[in-house]
């Protein structure tokens, strides 16, 4: 079982940076995968970033790099999304989400994560 709570998430003007965290607690591996999505009421929930735990091996939906930034503390078990340059299109709930699939390609299909955060609003106005 693994638990995930999402952080930091708010209100920003467009341009601006945030940083969201997600504190992981349970059984993980090296091999583990966390993910981070965003959904809004109007688009499915959609891939975001994702960091292998142990080797570090990120990836990032293609209209996304550049702008965010997806790290791992695995100290002190937590992942962060650092968004800069936000834009009013990336208002949404970010949901960290926790794949245990094992080694392989890192996924960025939902259905291939087991769990999931509360999720946190972010906001960004014009």
């Known amino acids: 079982q693994v638990r995930l709570v999402e952080s930091g998430g708010g209100l920003v003007q467009a341009g601006g940076s945030l940083s969201l965290s997600c504190a992981v607690s349970?059984?993980?591996?090296?091999?583990?995968?966390m993910g981070w999505f965003r959904q809004t009421l109007e688009k499915e929930r959609e891939f975001v970033a994702a960091i292998r735990w142990g080797a570090g091996t990120t990836d990032y939906a293609d209209s996304l790099k550049g702008r965010f930034t997806i790290s791992g503390d695995n100290a002190e078990n937590t992942v962060y999304l650092h968004m800069n340059s936000l834009e009013p299109e990336d208002t949404a709930v970010y949901y960290c989400?926790?794949?245990?699939?094992?080694?392989?390609?890192?996924?960025?299909?939902?259905?291939?994560?087991?769990?999931w955060g509360q999720g946190t609003q972010v906001t960004v106005s014009p």
């Open positions: 989400a926790a794949s245990l699939a094992g080694y392989g390609a890192i996924s960025k299909s939902r259905a291939r994560y087991d769990y």
């Open positions: 349970g059984r993980t591996f090296s091999s583990t995968v």
